[in-house]
């Protein structure tokens, strides 16, 4: 077999894969879309309805406590999480640790990246239960933030390690200091600083294992910090192991809502990154 006919061969794979991959998530957004969307289409309220009392016997109700129950956990996790990952990521450039040092912290990050997420809800889980305590937001908030940690943290790594380094050599040339210089690399990286942000809170929002053991499980709407609550990954799994069939079908359009959602929220992260690219150094204005 000549060069010529192995650079074909891999040219065909190359593309069936992409084509494979492809083809499996218009599968999935497209069986989401059918099932979910039709539900939401006969019934909208009840995304904005909250459940009754029986709800999984009767199918009464809505998801809207899973919406919020949602929002109030990795809102703040998110918050919490992105502090801490742009602070670590700072601290891993040149300026303020050693190559070292920082490809060996990078090596535990890919390592929690990579930890299944319900690893993590078991830990706190493990917490919940040394302290005495019950399952609640609080917790759901702190998992979260763990579960998003290293996935921001890589994101703003490597968009830091991106930024052009005239941006350092001239902060530097005109006297700043190393936080005067590191401000202004962070502003340049802005653009896969903001993708790591929304990738986590989409990572975060679509997860149902870092919080299946530590907010509970609860058809209420969230009444406190420290009380019961539900996400609407959570609630698609209850839903869709319920023997009620319009329960079911709400499974479906939750699942609808949260897809929705999510690529909603990547999209949002490209825009962001395109607009903002415009005011880094090399950008188009």
Same mark, same amino acid.
């Given at each position: 077999?000549?060069?010529?006919?192995?650079?074909?061969?891999?040219?065909?794979?190359?593309?069936?894969?992409?084509?494979?991959?492809?083809?499996?998530?218009?599968?999935?957004?497209?069986?989401?879309?059918?099932?979910?969307?039709?539900?939401?289409?006969?019934?909208?309220?009840?995304?904005?309805?909250?459940?009754?009392?029986?709800?999984?016997?009767?199918?009464?109700?809505?998801?809207?406590?899973?919406?919020?129950?949602?929002?109030?956990?990795?809102?703040?996790?998110?918050?919490?999480?992105?502090?801490?990952?742009?602070?670590?990521?700072?601290?891993?450039?040149?300026?303020?640790?050693?190559?070292?040092?920082?490809?060996?912290?990078?090596?535990?990050?890919?390592?929690?990246?990579?930890?299944?997420?319900?690893?993590?809800?078991?830990?706190?889980?493990?917490?919940?239960?040394?302290?005495?305590?019950? *399952? +609640?937001?609080?917790? =759901?908030? %702190?998992?979260?933030?763990?579960?998003?940690?290293?996935?921001?943290? !890589? @994101? &703003?790594?490597?968009?830091?390690?991106?930024?052009?380094?005239?941006?350092?050599?001239?902060?530097?040339?005109?006297?700043?200091?190393?936080?005067?210089?590191?401000?202004?690399?962070?502003?340049?990286?802005?653009?896969?600083?903001?993708?790591?942000?929304?990738?986590?809170?989409?990572?975060?929002?679509?997860?149902?294992?870092?919080?299946?053991?530590?907010?509970?499980?609860?058809?209420?709407?969230?009444?406190?910090?420290?009380?019961?609550?539900?996400?609407?990954?959570?609630?698609?799994?209850?839903?869709?192991?319920?023997?009620?069939?319009?329960?079911?079908?709400?499974?479906?359009?939750?699942?609808?809502?949260? *897809? +929705?959602?999510?690529? =909603?929220? %990547?999209?949002?992260?490209?825009?962001?990154?395109?607009?903002?690219? !415009? @005011? &880094?150094?090399?950008?188009?204005?």
């Amino acid at each position: 077999m000549n060069r010529y006919m192995t650079q074909r061969l891999f040219g065909i794979a190359v593309r069936a894969a992409a084509l494979l991959v492809v083809g499996v998530l218009l599968l999935v957004i497209g069986v989401t879309v059918a099932r979910g969307g039709g539900v939401l289409l006969a019934d909208p309220s009840i995304v904005f309805t909250p459940p009754g009392s029986r709800y999984m016997l009767e199918g009464t109700g809505g998801f809207l406590h899973a919406v919020l129950g949602s929002l109030f956990i990795v809102g703040p996790a998110t918050v919490v999480s992105m502090v801490a990952a742009v602070s670590t990521a700072v601290y891993l450039q040149s300026d303020y640790s050693s190559r070292r040092f920082s490809d060996g912290v990078n090596m535990f990050l890919n390592v929690l990246w990579g930890t299944p997420p319900i690893v993590y809800g078991v830990f706190v889980l493990t917490i919940i239960i040394a302290t005495g305590a019950q *399952t +609640s937001l609080f917790f =759901g908030i %702190i998992a979260i933030a763990i579960f998003q940690y290293p996935i921001m943290t !890589r @994101y &703003t790594d490597e968009a830091l390690r991106a930024a052009p380094e005239t941006v350092r050599e001239s902060t530097y040339g005109l006297g700043a200091t190393r936080f005067e210089s590191m401000r202004m690399t962070v502003r340049a990286a802005a653009p896969g600083v903001i993708a790591g942000l929304v990738m986590g809170f989409a990572r975060g929002i679509g997860d149902a294992a870092t919080v299946l053991f530590t907010t509970g499980r609860s058809t209420r709407m969230p009444g406190g910090l420290f009380e019961a609550a539900t996400t609407l990954p959570v609630l698609i799994f209850d839903q869709a192991m319920s023997f009620n069939a319009e329960v079911r079908s709400h499974a479906y359009a939750a699942a609808f809502v949260l *897809t +929705s959602v999510v690529l =909603g929220l %990547i999209l949002l992260s490209k825009l962001l990154a395109g607009r903002y690219a !415009r @005011y &880094t150094p090399g950008g188009n204005r």
